[in-house]
């Protein structure tokens, strides 16, 4: 069985069929784009594998479960994280408690300990603190860990959200269009970033995005998703020529080469 | 916090006070209040008891009513259910045989309950074990909606428990209350359990619970993606609020000696929601603050109902018009300060350090 897989999902919204019949599966330590007009479900899938939306059929293998029917909290907990399109920060709390939440679920404490101020609780929030601050600065965001994260800079913001999934210890990540909004310099920024994090952190990463520059120049492999369906898979050179991935993206007017 | 430990001035123009430093201080600020409660207990008249026993009776409840509005974000609209509860609770369990019988003079008080008799220290602890058990039994449905139907919903579950109040009668004695309730509470126990509540709940909010607590405010489907499932945080919150809720009920029929189903209307939700916007949702500096003007103004206001002599012509006193000026206060409160007096801020030794080294000493500023 491989590392993670989805086979034949579907996902019914009343007659809309938002996503059809989806396989795919990832390999340990790859790096994979989904690619696909607006609209062609990339994000439900991502959804879907994370628990916010069940799927209508289909099964989602992880670590030996099926992990199809899990709530989004236990599939975080199963080691899947996941970033969000429009950036979903705790804005009214601090960079450092941002990533101090994501150690909350793995935390072996009761809240007793925690009224009565017991040192064995302490022991644990210093030391999430601790680790929270090291992951900061090892993502370079700790020189602004007690700013609020809502006045963070639009990119730290996006690289807040990778440091706070990453923080919850995951052995896949899913990115949902991590470079939207970004200049050329964030872009590439973020693209060594996501490559240190599979590398260092030996995090297996699947990323949704529209530029193509970026995908095509960081994924190993790619998925293309039109109406719900998957239309093609390949190398990043592969898709580039693939005649019905022109097609889903430029119209059937337009004659490749032509 | 850096290794440096200068001189304690020092170290307090630059606002950062060791673990130490702030616990003296805690220590300090905690012997400060038994010492002002020593002396209103001895030498304040029976009025200024009244109204401190009243103060640290909102105080408990504005707290940890806080902690569900204010730290959740959820608009829940029922905690006179959890203070009718505890204040029954508590009641019914002070009271001798003998006084029940005297009360019960339509419907015979059920079995169990008028037999026994407890001491009033264990009767609170009954009174927040009620409250909390009862809140346990509706957070299932209560927590399965968000938002407005939320507040629907725990307003009606508010309304049921005072209308079973009434209607309850071989329970609660109906419309006609309990009377003659021994005066149990205190300085003691009312500032012992308002201060006790604002210890632990400080403590839990800032602990990892309360973060998730305040991540599922700020975003849950976030708060979701990091791993908490928010029914728990949410029900933690719901249920310490209710306990706290219901031993501040207790204390309160124990201060006013009588019980009636009229104590617990809606008026009593709202006034703690007006405690906790004005004070800062959020905040429990706000809500220990906004408990404390509340329950002093309702009465420092009296002033205002006074004739007014202006040597030429006397304005007779107009009875009701310290709820006029205290609507202006409040919409005065709303205009300028949004967010309540403390916002979301929190009163903490460091800031105080560094306001006052800044006003005294001219220092710390460019």
């Given at each position: 069985m491989s590392f993670f897989e989805m086979r034949h999902v579907i996902v019914q919204f009343g007659g809309l069929c938002a996503v059809c019949d989806f396989s795919i599966a990832l390999g340990a330590g790859e790096l994979v784009g989904l690619i696909g007009p607006n609209g062609a479900g990339k994000t439900t899938v991502f959804n879907t594998i994370t628990g916010f939306i069940t799927p209508t059929e289909g099964d989602i293998f992880w670590q030996g479960q099926n992990i199809a029917a899990f709530p989004a909290h236990r599939v975080t907990a199963s080691g899947i994280a996941r970033t969000f399109q429009n950036i979903r920060l705790f804005g009214d709390m601090s960079v450092l408690e941002n990533v101090m939440v994501s150690f909350h679920f793995s935390m072996e404490s009761n809240f007793l300990l925690a009224m009565t101020g017991s040192s064995k609780h302490r022991g644990l929030e210093a030391e999430i603190r601790e680790k929270s601050r090291r992951h900061l600065d090892e993502l370079g965001l700790g020189h602004l860990?007690?700013?609020?994260?809502?006045?963070?800079?639009y990119g730290q913001q996006r690289r807040l959200e990778i440091a706070r999934a990453l923080a919850t210890g995951p052995k896949l990540l899913l990115l949902d269009e991590p470079a939207a909004g970004m200049n050329p310099i964030e872009t590439i920024e973020l693209a060594a970033l996501i490559r240190l994090i599979r590398d260092q952190y030996g995090v297996t990463v699947f990323l949704i995005e529209h530029d193509m520059k970026f995908v095509m120049g960081l994924c190993e492999r790619i998925k293309v998703l039109d109406y719900g369906k998957s239309i093609a898979e390949g190398t990043p050179a592969e898709i580039q020529k693939d005649i019905k991935v022109i097609k889903a993206y430029l119209g059937s007017g337009y004659h490749a080469g032509g | 916090m850096s290794d440096f430990r200068g001189p304690a001035g020092a170290a307090q123009i630059q606002g950062n006070l060791t673990d130490r430093q702030k616990t003296m201080l805690n220590a300090a600020a905690l012997l400060c209040v038994l010492g002002i409660l020593a002396l209103f207990n001895q030498y304040g008249s029976e009025y200024h008891v009244r109204i401190l026993n009243n103060m640290a009776i909102f105080v408990t409840l504005a707290v940890s009513y806080n902690l569900v509005n204010g730290v959740c974000g959820i608009l829940h609209l029922g905690p006179n259910a959890f203070v009718a509860i505890g204040a029954y609770t508590s009641a019914l369990l002070t009271m001798s045989p003998a006084e029940k019988q005297l009360n019960f003079i339509i419907n015979q008080l059920i079995w169990p309950l008028s037999v026994v008799q407890a001491p009033f220290a264990l009767s609170l602890v009954a009174a927040g074990v009620m409250a909390a058990l009862f809140a346990f039994m509706i957070s299932f449905p209560v927590f399965r909606v968000r938002g407005d139907y939320l507040a629907i919903v725990t307003f009606g579950f508010g309304e049921v428990v005072r209308v079973l109040c009434n209607a309850a009668q071989s329970l609660?004695?109906?419309?006609l209350g309990l009377k003659n309730l021994e005066p149990y509470t205190n300085l003691w126990w009312s500032w012992g359990i308002a201060i006790l509540t604002i210890v632990s709940i400080t403590k839990l909010i800032n602990s990892s619970y309360g973060r998730a607590m305040k991540a599922i405010r700020e975003d849950e489907t976030a708060a979701r993606a990091m791993g908490i499932d928010p029914f728990r945080p949410l029900l933690l919150a719901f249920l310490i609020s209710a306990f706290f809720s219901g031993i501040a009920g207790g204390l309160l029929v124990h201060l006013i000696t009588t019980v009636s189903p009229?104590?617990?209307?809606f008026t009593l939700t709202f006034n703690l929601l007006i405690i906790i916007v004005v004070g800062g949702l959020g905040s429990t500096t706000g809500a220990v603050v906004g408990a404390m003007l509340f329950a002093w103004g309702g009465e420092a206001l009296r002033i205002v109902e006074n004739p007014v002599d202006l040597g030429i012509i006397v304005i007779p006193g107009i009875p009701g018009m310290r709820m006029v000026v205290f609507s202006l206060i409040l919409m005065l409160v709303i205009i300028f300060a949004g967010h309540g007096i403390f916002g979301r801020r929190e009163f903490n030794w460091e800031q105080l350090a560094r306001f006052l080294s800044r006003g005294g000493k001219r220092v710390g500023s460019p």
């Open positions: 860990a007690s700013e609020k994260a809502s006045t963070l800079a | 609660t004695n109906g419309p009229t104590l617990f209307i």
